[in-house]
């Protein structure tokens, strides 16, 4: 079986290194790059090309809607899942518009978070 290459986007050092630390303990799972901004997030995803990249959906450099459509353009075959404390619809519906596949709220349990990467990174397998 493959490993899920991941990318993690987070402007939270906490944050970023549970999630690094909830997907490394997975078999199926590499983190191959971990960011704390937009900008870093889109420059390792297009070096690296995760199948999917967890990103936050407010962090410096424009925000996960930026990074999201930045990513969608420059690494098309990467799913994105979005990971925010905000759940509000005009948030979620920016998002999607900018190529994200997936929403979670931080906050949901690791094997939600663990779930939605094994499924995003299927689809994008084909």
């Known amino acids: 079986m493959t490993e899920l290459r991941v990318l993690i986007s987070d402007d939270d050092v906490m944050i970023r290194d549970v999630l ?16 704390g901004d937009a900008d870093e997030a889109i420059r390792l995803a297009e070096r690296h090309r995760p199948a999917v990249a967890v990103l936050d959906v407010r962090m410096p450099g424009g925000g996960g809607a930026r990074a999201a459509r930045e990513i969608a353009r420059r690494s098309p075959d990467t799913a994105i899942l979005a990971f925010s404390a905000y759940a509000d619809r005009t948030s979620i519906a920016g998002l999607a518009a900018a190529g994200v596949t997936e929403y979670l709220v931080k906050g949901a349990p690791n094997t939600a978070i663990v779930e939605a990467v094994r499924r995003l990174g299927r689809q994008a397998a084909g």
């Not at 690094?20 to 960011?35: F, Q, R, Y």
């Open 20 to 35: 690094k630390e909830v997907l490394d303990s997975e078999a199926d799972i590499a983190v191959v790059a971990v960011a």
